[in-house]
């Protein structure tokens, strides 16, 4: 099992910025694939962002593509989410995740994939 823990989410403005953090504890964290979702009341969990294990490849949701920026440090079993030029329609819980399998090799996009969530962030972006 591995231990996830998100910070930096708030109250921002449309056009600001934020950047939430997740630290990880437990399992090896530079062998698993990192996900940002999100959700929103009334609605699905839905994917963000993902990057894999290596840090080499990295996905998004096409409504944050050229917005947000998924990152991760190995050496401190951290991963990021920088957040910019937020609208209203970005309010949501975010939340990180862990992939099921280590080593895999690609990002995947369903909920149901990752088996280890942290307790999520507030986002609120005022119009």
């Known amino acids: 099992q591995v231990r996830l823990v998100e910070s930096g989410g708030g109250l921002v403005q449309a056009g600001g910025s934020l950047r939430l953090s997740c630290a990880a504890s437990?399992?090896?964290?530079?062998?698993?694939?990192m996900g940002w979702f999100r959700q929103a009341p009334g609605k699905e969990r839905e994917f963000v962002a993902g990057?894999?294990?290596?840090?080499?490849?990295?996905n998004y949701a096409d409504s944050v593509k050229g917005r947000f920026t998924i990152s991760r440090d190995n050496a401190k079993n951290t991963v990021y989410l920088q957040m910019n030029s937020l609208k209203p329609e970005d309010t949501a819980v975010y939340y990180c995740?862990?992939?099921?399998?280590?080593?895999?090799?690609?990002?995947?996009?369903?909920?149901?994939?990752?088996?280890?969530w942290g307790q999520g962030t507030q986002v609120t972006v005022s119009s």
């Open positions: 995740a862990a992939d099921r399998s280590p080593f895999g090799m690609v990002i995947r996009g369903t909920p149901n994939d990752y088996n280890n």
């Open positions: 437990g399992r090896p964290f530079s062998t698993y694939t």
């Open positions: 990057i894999m294990w290596s840090g080499g490849s990295r």
